[in-house]
């Protein structure tokens, strides 16, 4: 006789679709996953956090959205640079480096996206009268500031250029 418990069967499916996504996407996967809900959580929040107030549009909604296109396009610019970049030193002759490029551009402008929606969803979350630590917001925008800072460092410091 068996026993069906559907609980049971719906963790267990979870489980392995999570694993599998792991094993195909890897950590970076993830980030990409994480920085995508964030997007929408912000813009949804956002979104009744000002129809709440009375002061959603559907001209800044669509403002919110094409900001996050904007982002979406800066991220693909950060990863295309690095496809070309491991491309070229994985082809380059006489170049040869100590280690194998994966991506590096990709993940610090996700990171640094994730972060500035981390800091955009705590602010939202003052704008409708939650008490947030202030720490919590400084830390947000320090941790943003490292990624800057760690950005800067490898792309060093070239004079007249923004």
């Not at 949804?44 to 396009?73: F, I, N, P, Q």
């Not at 941790?143 to 800067?152: C, F, I, M, P, T």
């Amino acid at each position: 006789m068996k026993s069906e418990n559907p609980l049971l069967h719906i963790k267990t499916t979870l489980t392995a679709a999570l694993g599998l996504l792991t094993a195909l996407w890897g950590w970076f996967g993830w980030l990409v996953v994480l920085w995508a809900a964030l997007m929408l959580a912000d813009w949804l929040v956002g979104s009744a956090s000002a129809a709440r107030d009375g002061r959603w549009s559907s001209t800044r909604a669509r403002e919110g959205a094409w900001h996050k296109g904007g982002m979406a396009v800066t991220v693909c610019v950060a990863l295309s640079a690095d496809w070309l970049i491991g491309t070229l030193l994985g082809n380059l002759p006489l170049v040869e480096l100590p280690f194998t490029y994966g991506v590096l551009l990709g993940p610090l402008v996700i990171v640094w996206y994730v972060i500035g929606e981390l800091g955009s969803l705590a602010e939202h979350a003052v704008a409708m009268g939650a008490p947030v630590p202030g720490w919590l917001l400084r830390l947000l925008a320090a941790s943003r500031d490292a990624v800057d800072g760690a950005a800067e460092k490898i792309a060093g410091d070239t004079p007249g250029r923004d």
